[in-house]
Structures are given as C-alpha cells and as structure tokens.
C-alpha cells in the first residue's frame, strides 16, 4: 500500500487500490421508470431539495414530505426526470438566489433524518453516500457531493467536497481546519463529459475515504473538526456565478444512497 503525505495539507492522503479490495460496494444504478418524478425512482424520504429561486439570501426548499413518492416534487427547469433514461437531473444556473454563505447558485439535495430533522451525524461510526451519475453541462466547476459541517461550532464550511470540471478532471477539495478560508484539491479522476462514473464517499471516525471508478483514497480528517457533526449533500452546486441564467452545471443522478452504521 503506497503512502505520501501532503506537506500542505492538514488533511494526509492514501492511495489503496480498487474499491472491490478494500470491501466498500460501488453505487450502481437502479431500475428507473422515466414517467415518475424524482421521488418515484429514489428513495427522497430523507433528502430536502434547495432550489436556485427564492428571495435574496433564501433559496426555496422543498421537505422530504413533498419530494418522496411516486406523485413527489417535480420541476422542469431544475429538478426532474429525464424522460429518455430515467435519472434524477439537476440544473443550477450561474444566476440564481444563493445562500448567506456563499455566492454560486445551486439544485441540490441536503440529508435529512427519516423524522423530517436535518441529518447532523458525529464523525464516530460509518456513514456512506454512493451515487452513479454523470455530468452533462457545465461551465467551470460543480460540486456533486459534499460531506457539509453542521453543529458542534461555528463554521459553515464543508469537511470535503466533491468537483468535477469540463475537461472531465475530478477533484476532491478537503477543509484544513474549520476555520480556513481555502481548500486542499486532490485529483481523484478524470471522467469524459456526459459518461456515467461513480462515487463513495464514506467516513468513519477520523478517516475520510473516496472511492471512484473503484479507486479509493482515503484521508485523515484533522482533530480540529471532532465537535462538529456532519451530514451529506449532493446534486449541482454550480461553483460560478455570472448574470447568464443558460450556463451552469447539468448533473444527472442513476443512482444515490445514504448508509449509517
């Protein structure tokens, strides 16, 4: 097993091989129906959905309650079903209502507990989100997956987030600290735009791993961020913003599951 650590980083890194060796199952897709919304094909019981509309610092959100279901929530322009193969789709424009904390518009599902709470997981356990996607459009940068810090302190920032670029490069970027202002990138893949790849993100105690296409790396996350508890995020977290509401990140979802242990 080959190990290098990164001098700038306060998160280290592992490379150790296939995701089959190391006994984490790889997302695959399931059987989608094209008729049904979202919530008809993927289990949306423990997701809310944050829309790029609302007013100014407060996106739309639809509850669990409202995208579960073979008559869940729908929209044509920024979260449907495709009506040729079924997935779950995602558009965030580089224009559109954006949170306090950030500046990039997004389509993007957010955890949540099965009661309707919002999902907020301590680092000791095992808790993993595997997806099957791909990634249609996209003008700069997107975020698919996030593993986002939630109560235990102050930051908003995310543990780790998932990106994916037009020339097909995907990066993971980890936080140093709670507290910093900037990312760690780690090229995990690269990935032709519009073919279907894969992804598990899993952490268990103070290790952070990633798997894609079956090649995993694995990272300790820093002891800075043990009060913080977590939870998962995925979908299209377009990471540029212009006055265009036709650029922006497509991303199409065949797959997406959440395991706690």
Request: one cysteine or more; aromatic letters at 8%; proline letters at 7%.
């Amino acid at each position: 097993m080959h190990r290098r650590t990164l001098l700038t980083a306060a998160l280290s890194t592992t490379v150790v091989g296939t995701l089959g060796a190391v006994g984490i199952s790889q997302a695959s897709a399931a059987t989608l129906d094209p008729n049904l919304p979202p919530g008809g094909n993927f289990d949306l019981s423990i997701w809310s959905l944050q829309l790029p509309t609302g007013s100014p610092g407060k996106p739309d959100t639809i509850p669990p309650a409202r995208l579960k279901g073979a008559s869940g929530y729908t929209d044509p322009a920024f979260f449907w079903t495709d009506k040729n193969d079924g997935s779950m789709t995602f558009w965030a424009p580089e224009k559109g209502v954006t949170t306090p904390n950030s500046k990039y518009a997004r389509c993007e599902l957010r955890e949540m507990n099965p009661n309707g709470s919002a999902a907020d997981w301590a680092l000791a356990g095992n808790h993993t989100l595997s997806a099957q996607l791909r990634v249609v459009s996209v003008t700069k940068n997107v975020a698919v997956g996030q593993v986002k810090l939630g109560t235990g302190g102050t930051s908003t920032k995310p543990l780790a987030e998932l990106y994916y670029r037009p020339n097909g490069d995907i990066y993971l970027g980890t936080q140093n600290s709670p507290d910093a202002s900037g990312q760690t990138l780690h090229k995990v893949g690269n990935v032709a735009l519009g073919v279907k790849w894969t992804y598990v993100l899993n952490v268990t105690g103070n290790r952070l791993n990633l798997t894609v296409n079956g090649t995993r790396t694995g990272y300790s996350i820093p002891s800075a961020f043990s009060p913080y508890r977590q939870y998962f995020k995925a979908g299209s977290y377009n990471q540029s913003s212009s006055e265009s509401t036709t650029n922006g990140a497509k991303v199409k979802f065949y797959s997406l599951t959440v395991k706690h242990g």
